[in-house]
């Protein structure tokens, strides 16, 4: 079973400032299948990129995300207030979704 | 407008049985990989169960054999039964979409939750 581990645990940054978020796979992930959510209390979880790279549907552009093998980041540009969340990476393998513990990042 | 709404939490005890549910619409339950996650508080995002088009279903080892995923068609709703419920299942349960399967295999839309409480 492929574990992912995110981090930092959490991040403390200020609006307007870059945040880089780190997904690391216990093996080889196929890129087609990494994604990255935003979740706030008492909200659904929001798909912000699938694929790696792909944004999801009414994501901004500040929003991006690369990576292969074992290593992927979330990378979020000029930080607005609203981005501060927790931020879970997530693969699929064996018939099998597993999330990472997930990354909380907040206002410094 | 596509949704899914989950009901069916609640407070039950350890040892217990409760099945939730999430109606769908705007999309059919048959045509879609339909998962439910849960999100133990203070804790991360857990897969639970997935349930394809074609019928077959998947379980996480932590609740093999204990939780059952199903649909009803004509409905249009996605179910999860729960027995043997241990208090570690507290958690707020969501439905999940999965738009394409493979290669992707990613969650584009989510419900709102519903909290399971499992406590005597």
């Known amino acids: 079973e492929i574990v992912l581990t995110q981090s930092p645990g959490t991040l403390s940054l200020s609006p307007g400032e870059r945040a880089t978020l780190s997904c690391r796979a216990s093996?080889?992930?196929?890129?087609?299948?990494l994604a990255w959510y935003q979740k706030k209390p008492g909200q659904a979880p929001r798909l912000l990129i699938y694929?790696?790279?792909s944004r999801a549907t009414g994501i901004p552009d500040r929003f991006s995300g690369s990576g292969s093998g074992t290593d992927f980041t979330l990378s979020i540009n000029r930080l607005e207030p609203e981005d501060f969340a927790v931020y879970y990476c997530q693969q699929h393998g064996s018939s099998r979704y597993t999330f990472g513990q997930g990354t909380k990042l907040e206002i410094k | 407008e596509v949704q899914l709404v989950e009901s069916g939490g609640g407070l039950i005890q350890p040892g217990g049985s409760l099945r939730i549910s999430c109606a769908a619409s705007?999309?059919?339950?048959?045509?879609?990989?339909l998962s439910w996650v849960r999100q133990a508080p203070g804790k991360g995002l857990e897969w639970v169960s997935t349930l394809f088009s074609a019928g077959a279903t998947y379980y996480a080892d932590s609740v093999k054999g204990r939780f059952t995923i199903s649909r009803d068609d004509s409905k249009n709703i996605l179910y999860l039964q729960m027995n043997s419920l241990r208090a570690e299942d507290t958690a707020v349960y969501y439905c999940?979409?999965?738009?394409?399967?493979?290669?992707?295999?990613?969650?584009?839309?989510w419900g709102r939750g519903t909290l399971v409480t499992v406590s005597s």
């Open positions: 999940a979409r999965d738009p394409n399967g493979w290669p992707d295999w990613y969650f584009d839309l």
């Open positions: 694929g790696t790279s």
């Open positions: 093996q080889s992930v196929s890129s087609s299948s």
């Open positions: 705007g999309l059919s339950v048959s045509r879609n990989y």
